[in-house]
């Protein structure tokens, strides 16, 4: 059965230092999204992506954060100059079309000392 | 926005026992899932429901969406049932995006 996978399972960088977070969204999916769930609490939406571009992102997504899709099967999340407070699991979703089930990734643990 | 209320948050059960999770909706949704975050973290999708009723095994998921509200039916526990469950919408305001409700933990003891 097709499934989203991330890489790494569990990354841990020092603050101030640029991570990526590397995702292979189901082969024919269109839809690509990025979530994150701060340790104990809720999972939040990040980022989408269709066609090459952002569709949506929320508040949490700032300058800080970008995506990149650099070739026909990865989705990246770019964190620049991470803080103690990115430290989070980091999920990456993807969909066939708009308004459908949501497959999840098994999540990318990031750790920022 | 929407908002998303699960019940109960906590829920503690011997094995072999049956459960019903319950997450209301506060506004029409065109996508309605559930998961399970395993203890290491991870998500499982259980069922896409935005209406009508499924199963898979042991679990069974119930979707009213006129007067909104979904329940999870977890039958005959097992411990590899412990962990977190999640329900999250999207609504028709909220394209792209999934909103999460803050889940129900729970436990199944042997």
């Known amino acids: 059965e097709p499934e989203v996978t991330q890489t790494p399972s569990h990354q841990v960088t020092q603050m101030g230092q640029e991570v990526i977070l590397r995702c292979v969204p189901i082969?024919?999916?269109?839809?690509f999204y990025w979530y994150r769930q701060i340790l104990g609490q809720k999972v939040e939406f990040l980022v989408s992506?269709?066609?090459?571009?952002?569709?949506?992102k929320s508040e949490i997504f700032d300058d800080q954060f970008s995506v990149e899709r650099p070739d026909g099967s990865n989705f990246t999340l770019k964190i620049r100059s991470t803080k103690l407070e990115d430290s989070a699991m980091y999920f990456c979703?993807?969909?066939?079309?708009?308004?459908?089930?949501?497959?999840f990734g098994q999540g990318t643990r990031l750790t920022v000392v | 926005g929407i908002q998303v209320e699960q019940s109960p948050p906590d829920l503690i059960l011997q094995e072999g026992a049956n459960s019903t999770l319950r997450c209301n909706f506060s506004?029409?949704?065109?996508?309605l899932q559930w998961f399970h975050q395993n203890p290491w973290g991870q998500l499982i999708n259980l069922f896409y429901?935005?209406?009508?009723?499924k199963q898979n095994g042991r679990l069974s998921a119930t979707t009213v969406a006129t007067e909104r509200y979904s329940l999870l039916y977890i039958s005959s526990s097992q411990t590899t049932d412990s962990g977190v469950y999640f329900c999250?919408?999207?609504?028709?305001?909220?394209?792209?995006?999934?909103?999460w409700g803050a889940g129900t933990k729970l436990i199944i003891k042997p």
């Open positions: 999250a919408v999207e609504g028709w305001d909220s394209n792209y995006q999934l909103i």
């Open positions: 429901i935005p209406s009508g009723t």
């Open positions: 979703a993807s969909s066939p079309i708009m308004n459908t089930e949501a497959f």
């Open positions: 082969s024919n999916h269109l839809y």
């Open positions: 992506f269709y066609n090459n571009e952002i569709s949506e």
């Open positions: 506004d029409s949704v065109n996508n």
